[in-house]
Nanobody, 121 residues
Framework: QVQLVESGGGVVQPGGSLRLSCAAS????????MGWYRQAPGKQRELVATITSGGSITHVDSVKGRFTISRDNAKNTVYLQMNSLKPEDTAVYYC???????????????WGQGTQVTVSS
């Protein structure tokens, strides 16, 4: 099986910073795109940022200039550095990865369990 385990969430004051990590483990042949999504109370899950295996990055407009996604392919880990946090960034943050478990297997989507980020004074 494949597991995505997130860490780094917590409570921070407006203007503060947090760094989220997500490590993929298990039987993994290859990982394509990795990303971060978030879901605030009463709202739909939304994309925050993605990064491909080659390093191509996208960020949603609301976090551009404040959040930075990166990955360590050797560790099967993706990170989200979050700076200048705002109360509206409060949400459960989920890691996502497109993984091929074997050489000729299909690409499947995997999700982490989520980590709470709360921005409050």
């Amino acid at each position: 099986q494949v597991q995505l385990v997130e860490s780094g969430g917590g409570v921070v004051q407006p203007g503060g910073s947090l760094r989220l990590s997500c490590a993929a483990s298990g039987i993994i042949f290859s990982i394509n795109t990795m990303g971060w999504y978030r879901q605030a109370p009463g709202k739909q899950r939304e994309l925050v940022a993605t990064i491909t295996s080659g390093g191509s990055i996208t960020h949603v407009d609301s976090v551009k200039g404040r959040f930075t996604i990166s990955r360590d392919n050797a560790k099967n880990t993706v990170y989200l550095q979050m700076n200048s946090l705002k109360p509206e960034d409060t949400a459960v943050y989920y890691c996502n990865a497109e993984i091929r478990r074997f050489t000729l297997a299909s690409w499947d989507d995997y999700w982490g369990q989520g980590t709470q980020v709360t921005v409050s004074s």
